[in-house]
């Protein structure tokens, strides 16, 4: 298995409070990826990254922000976390984005209250 | 800009019966296409893929998938599931340095 590494797997937390979730990985790939799960839609992009610092937004990006300080860390922000924003979150990474196969973490379950 | 529709949001089958699962992509361009498998509470693991070449593409787990141009479809099918093949299965696909656009999934439930 592609060593990604997702924390916190489970979050429970409040309307207006900000969520951080956190994508680990060991594979030194250059790509990485969000997307949010939700029945109906399959899955989204949110944000991804090419490169260290260098980051973009998919199509689903409103009320999140993403940073890339390290090849191996990929972190995902909810400012004010709302109840639409509920969802199974999951980081993805590639070598590079011509063809080639993304790798998924386990997702992290996001519960707003 | 490119789009997957997934015509089927579940397929129930029989176990040892045969099973399709239909996939429409649009693009203008050359694309490349993707079928991926997401077992219960667990992320999505490749089945197969077509970047080029032949247009039947095998992949794990007795699966498979052609690829037809004209009718921009990229069909997945399996002649006999079993029952460990319950899961949802996503299309995928991507232009060249593009990121994957996903279909919304389609649940396979095989019984017995």
């Known amino acids: 298995d592609a060593g990604i590494t997702q924390s916190p797997r489970h979050k429970v937390t409040e309307t207006g409070t900000p969520v951080t979730l956190r994508c680990h990985q060991t594979e030194n790939h250059r790509y990485m990826y969000w997307y949010r799960q939700d029945p109906g839609h399959g899955l989204r992009l949110i944000h991804y990254s090419y490169g260290v610092k260098d980051t973009d937004k998919g199509e689903v990006s409103d009320g999140y922000s993403v940073s890339r300080s390290k090849t191996e860390d990929f972190l995902l922000t909810l400012e004010s976390a709302t109840s639409s924003q509920t969802s199974v979150y999951f980081c993805?990474?590639?070598?590079?984005?011509?063809?080639?196969?993304?790798?998924f973490g386990q997702g992290t379950r996001l519960t707003v209250v | 800009a490119q789009s997957v529709t997934q015509l089927d949001s579940q397929v129930p089958v029989f176990e040892e019966a045969p099973v399709e699962l239909r996939c429409n992509y649009s693009?203008?361009?050359?694309?490349?296409l993707f079928w991926y498998v997401q077992y219960p509470n667990q992320g999505l693991q490749l089945l197969l893929k077509y970047l080029s070449g032949s247009t039947l593409v095998k992949g794990i787990n007795g699966f498979e998938a052609e690829f037809n141009k004209s009718q921009t479809s990229f069909h997945l099918r399996k002649p006999s599931v079993h029952i460990s093949d319950t899961a949802e299965y996503f299309c995928a696909v991507s232009l060249i340095r593009r990121k994957l656009t996903f279909g919304t999934g389609t649940r396979l439930q095989v019984t017995l």
């Open positions: 693009s203008s361009v050359s694309v490349y």
């Open positions: 993805a990474i590639s070598e590079t984005v011509q063809g080639t196969e993304a790798f």
